[in-house]
């Protein structure tokens, strides 16, 4: 019954959706300081990032093909 506070609950995952979706963002970019991602390896639900990424990776194909068929006529 002796259990260590940290070893005997997961960590919590608290951040929002908002907080997800700037992370996801910024990593498309590649620009990410170390402590960010400790930060956010700590606090982001992987489910989150997972539909924050399809969903930033979606609408990038979106604008892309949008640029197309405005440059060529």
């Given amino acids: ?3 260590e506070p940290d070893q005997a609950r997961p960590a919590q995952r608290h951040a929002g959706f908002g907080q997800t979706a700037r992370a996801v963002l910024w990593s498309f ?5 170390k402590s960010d991602y ?3 390896a700590a606090q982001l639900n992987p489910v989150h990032v997972i539909i ?3 969903l930033a990776a979606a609408l990038f194909v979106a ?3 949008v640029i197309v068929n405005l440059v060529v006529p």
Avoid: S, T, Y
């Avoid at 970019?29 to 300081?33: A, E, P, S």
């Fill in 1 to 3: 019954m002796d259990r």
């Fill in 29 to 33: 970019f590649g620009v990410r300081r």
């Fill in 38 to 40: 400790e930060k956010d």
């Fill in 52 to 54: 924050a990424g399809l």
């Fill in 63 to 65: 604008l892309l093909i």
